[in-house]
Nanobody, 129 residues
């Protein structure tokens, strides 16, 4: 298992930017595929896939609806994966979760919409209008 700790959430006005960070424990962090998901208020049963990066950060995927505003990156030297979010909208308000696939199950990162193995506790992003 790996421990994942998200940070960087907060309150931001519409149109603003935030960068979320997720730091993982252990030397094997560098081998994991990492992803970001989000869960909007009142949608406790719907955890939405945001995107993923392969183990070395050279392959990334962001869902179509967010691709022009969000970017995912991985820094193995820092054991950290980032989610850069620009031009934020009120509908981006959610708890954002970092997740890891310890087995690197899929080469097609889009398939991680089905979920991952290990999860952080989330960080809340609130976008005001």
């Amino acid at each position: 298992q790996v421990q994942l700790v998200e940070s960087g959430g907060g309150l931001v006005q519409a149109g603003g930017s935030l960068r979320l960070s997720c730091t993982g424990s252990g030397r094997t962090f560098i081998t994991y595929t990492m992803g970001w998901f989000r869960q909007a208020p009142g949608k406790e049963r719907e955890r939405e896939f945001v995107g993923a990066t392969n183990w070395n950060g050279e392959s990334t995927y962001i869902v179509d609806s967010l691709r022009d505003r969000f970017t995912i990156s991985k820094d193995n030297a820092e054991n950290t994966v980032y989610l850069q979010m620009n031009s934020l909208r009120p509908e981006d308000t959610a708890v954002y979760y970092c997740a890891a696939d310890l087995s690197n199950s899929y080469s097609d990162l889009e398939l991680y919409s089905y979920g991952m193995d290990s999860w952080g506790k989330g960080t809340l992003v609130t976008v005001s209008s």
